[in-house]
């Protein structure tokens, strides 16, 4: 009999230590899980037409200005001494001179200058763009308050863009077969 109790002690022991362990992973992989949630994931290997393919928009353009921006900070921080007010900064904007449309949603009308905004977050693929440069600039959107672009747009001084991809980019989004470019495999 006492042996039998004595099972039934240590047979409790070992589940018990079972079910510490599958909550230890289980906490484990959240943690992963919610930590590469705001982690900045981009595509590796796209070609050119694929990157076209999957922009809202493609311009040739002149980077103006970047221009300042005034910190959004929440209630809970205002009376903070610590707060750092840049930290409440999440894009940065900047006016874009576009001097050539290739591709843009069909119902918008692209002239002129716009406001192009990139965040300034790692986690959301932080993008600068080169003041007083012309850049090819694809990214996302329709310019409603602004253009779109970060880390993973195709965002290039336009001076080393191929004769190839410019060729293509002016031939137009309607001379490539985007359902026959594979789509590229994606990293973080």
């Given at each position: 009999?006492?042996?039998t109790k004595y099972f039934s002690i240590a047979w409790t022991d070992v589940t018990g230590s079972r079910m510490l362990l599958k909550l230890c992973i289980v906490y484990v992989v959240l943690a992963q899980l919610l930590n590469s949630v705001s982690a900045c994931t981009c595509s590796w290997g796209a070609?050119?037409?694929?990157?076209?393919?999957?922009a809202s928009y493609a311009f040739r353009a002149v980077v103006e200005e970047e221009i300042p921006q005034t910190p959004e900070i929440p209630d809970w921080a205002r009376d903070e001494p610590d707060v750092?007010?840049?930290?409440?900064?999440?894009?940065?904007?900047?006016?874009?001179?576009?001097?050539?449309?290739?591709?843009?949603?069909?119902?918008?009308?692209?002239?002129?200058t716009i406001i192009v905004q990139t965040p300034r977050m790692p986690g959301m693929c932080v993008l600068t763009l080169p003041v007083g440069?012309?850049?090819?600039?694809?990214?996302?959107g329709d310019g409603n308050t602004a253009w779109d672009a970060n880390a993973?747009?195709?965002?290039?001084?336009?001076?080393e863009v191929t004769s190839d991809s410019k060729m293509m980019?002016?031939?137009?989004?309607?001379s490539i077969d985007c359902s026959a470019i594979a789509r590229p495999r994606w990293s973080g």
């Amino acid at each position: 009999m006492e042996g039998t109790k004595y099972f039934s002690i240590a047979w409790t022991d070992v589940t018990g230590s079972r079910m510490l362990l599958k909550l230890c992973i289980v906490y484990v992989v959240l943690a992963q899980l919610l930590n590469s949630v705001s982690a900045c994931t981009c595509s590796w290997g796209a070609s050119d037409q694929r990157q076209i393919c999957d922009a809202s928009y493609a311009f040739r353009a002149v980077v103006e200005e970047e221009i300042p921006q005034t910190p959004e900070i929440p209630d809970w921080a205002r009376d903070e001494p610590d707060v750092n007010p840049d930290n409440f900064i999440y894009f940065y904007k900047y006016r874009v001179k576009v001097e050539e449309v290739f591709k843009k949603p069909t119902s918008v009308h692209v002239s002129g200058t716009i406001i192009v905004q990139t965040p300034r977050m790692p986690g959301m693929c932080v993008l600068t763009l080169p003041v007083g440069n012309e850049v090819l600039l694809t990214g996302f959107g329709d310019g409603n308050t602004a253009w779109d672009a970060n880390a993973c747009s195709w965002v290039q001084m336009w001076e080393e863009v191929t004769s190839d991809s410019k060729m293509m980019l002016r031939k137009g989004i309607e001379s490539i077969d985007c359902s026959a470019i594979a789509r590229p495999r994606w990293s973080g």
